[in-house]
């Protein structure tokens, strides 16, 4: 027998009254410094062990672990649900646009969740893994600290679709990319700052190709770039040829492994490896964009002390769904429910 109308009615009111409830308090994700203070005190320790080991061996991983960190949050919030692998009735958001071919660090965290499952067994979620792996990144490579607040839950979903429309890409509008950190509640101070991360990040010649050969030349009048490393540029990146899409470039040619402020001198230059980067400086469109990168070129503490700022709000961003039904996953590519078969 159906239950009378008045309850059904009662019972849509008290979930949209719970849903306004956790949205108005968006703003205060309930997350905190001591998270794990006595349930898993060591973890921290652990964390920072294995991302030296990992950068270490390849400074290259710091990138790596901040860009996997960016691509979770700006997909349904920072829930970990980019670390979720295709099943039989989950499509993974790895093969999105902007993540497919591109996006790694998976092993990394699989060696991280394991040691940390070790030490505190179902405990920790992947995605506070992740959070604390990326600061841990750039603190390795010469960038700011910054304290992680921690509590998040591991998504048992992932999304493709919203992996391909929140994720900015390399040759995008500067419009369309602040109108994506804007939908995140991330400020232009926000996107020009964390765009600093590029400071040691790769680019694939699919994402710079455009820059190479279309309007924007990459170089200036003011301060051209080396001839030799324009030519290494293209030869590593010719006009045509899918085999060399995969070839990659660093995004700071000055100093790829340190984390400093030389990638906003670079734009100052007209010498961003991105038409998106190059954009934030060149742009009629970016005048608030324009002055964050001359400043931040001209004064690295207050790059590094805004980027820490924008990573801390960043890394904030709460999956809602997740605070009622997220788990910590003791496998960081499956949700903890599915089947041996189903793997």
Known sequence: MAPPLCSRVLERFLVMFVLIFIRANASDPPLTLDYYKSTCPRVLDIVRREMECAVFSDPRNAAIIVRLHMHDCFVQGCDGSVLLDDTITLKSEKKAAQNNHSLRGFKIMDRIKLMVESECPGVVSCADILTIAARDAVILVGGPYWDVPLGRKDA???????????????NEGLVSIIAKFINQGLSVTDMVALSGAHTIGMA?????????????????????MAESYINSLRSACPAFGFSSNNNVSALDYVTPNLFDNSYYQLLVRGQ?????????YSSLLGIETRHLVQKYAEDPLEFFKQFAESMVKMGNITNYDSLVSGEVRKNCRFINSLSHSEE
């Open 156 to 170: 048992r979903t992932a999304n493709y679709e919203l992996a391909n429309a929140n994720l900015p890409g390399a």
């Open 272 to 280: 961003g490896l991105l038409n998106s980067d190059q954009e934030m």
């Open 204 to 224: 694939r010649c699919e994402s710079f190709r455009a820059r190479l050969y279309g309007d924007l030349e990459l170089t200036s009048e003011k301060s051209p």
